[in-house]
């Protein structure tokens, strides 16, 4: 087979740079809901998101672009050892930032991440090293299942320990792909799947914020004004926008109405501005975004590079559903941002570093 070396996949790039100008116009109109009530919030969102995100974050998809990717199965452990031990900073003392009865965020001084960002990447990393070196004994229980259970039990205790159940649900998506392309049996996949789901009941039970979520997804009205008023405005935004939208900057839901206009409800003020059509055209983006990454994943020379950049897909790809099928009522709401366009500097930073990774498995690819 022949390789083609030193020329990245222009298409994905392309595609990459277009979420991120979609993203911070969408941004920008979202954000006035938050200029409205507190300039000084605003002069803070608005510089995270567009020096941190946008500006650290190119520069660095660039950068990694051009760096070799087998470096980061060399590394993988201590990579993944790493944000480990960044994640569980939010619960020290001094360091770890407490909001809304959740520890996820840690503060530097210079500067405040949710380091579960790191450990989702971390966790993508070490699972496609430990598969490309155990092969043929991934169909295995000792050496396939077990220590894959181990890897998600950790992950697991962490995040949930937060609590932080909506980006676990993303590392476990992720996990699962990879472990099933990776030469997993299926019946180990539905034997994680009903340990997750007993796991889940288990943690809805102990928590009665779960619990009411899924009150409030099958019956959006039972919790008007307390769970269900986030998905009840977000209808009236989506609504309201009809087929081709209000105009850019003309929500009206954003100014007190929707909660987190520019954090997981900003789908719902981009279809309110843009309508059907600026809505669908979003998805369309990612989807797009998905079937690039998911060709080069196919075309990589090796398993470590396929399975990397399959995660890392699965990981902003189920984001992505999780955020809109929430929002249209579809999914249970959970919290979790929309990627390339939510707030969030360090999530962003991280976003485009990770499809910095992909370019550069792509310049390695296979001719087809």
Known sequence: MKYREGKIDKVFLGVTALLVVVGF???SSASLGVLAENEAKFSSVAFNQT??????????????????????????????FISIILTLLVFAPGIGISHGGANRWI???????????LLKIGFV???????????D??????????PFLIMLGLVGAILLSQPDTDTYAVVLFAGLAMFLVGGGKWSHIFGVIAITLIGLGAVAY?????????????????????SGYQIQQSLIAIGSGQITGKGFGKSIQKFSYLPEPI????????????????????IVIFVFFAFKGLRIAARAPDIFGGLLSLGIVILIMSQMFINVGGMLGLLPLTGI???FISHGGTALFITLVEAGIILNISKHSKKI
């Open 263 to 282: 954090g997981d409800s900003i789908f719902a003020v981009a279809a309110e501005e843009f309508g059907f059509i600026g809505a669908s055209f979003i």
């Open 125 to 135: 990393i070490y699972l496609a090293a430990w598969i490309s070196k155990a092969k």
């Open 25 to 27: 116009f969408i941004f």
């Open 51 to 80: 020096f941190f995100g946008i500006f650290l974050g190119s520069i660095a998809c660039l950068l990694f672009s051009k760096i070799d990717y087998h470096l980061w199965k060399k590394y993988a452990y201590l990579i993944f």
């Open 337 to 339: 941002p929309l990627p």
């Open 206 to 226: 102990a928590r009665p914020y779960v619990k009411e979520r899924l009150v409030t997804f099958l019956d959006p009205s039972s919790n008007y004004l307390t």
């Open 107 to 117: 503060d530097l001084k210079f500067i405040s991440f949710q380091p579960s960002e």
């Open 137 to 146: 004994k991934i169909k295995t229980s000792n050496h396939g299942l077990l």
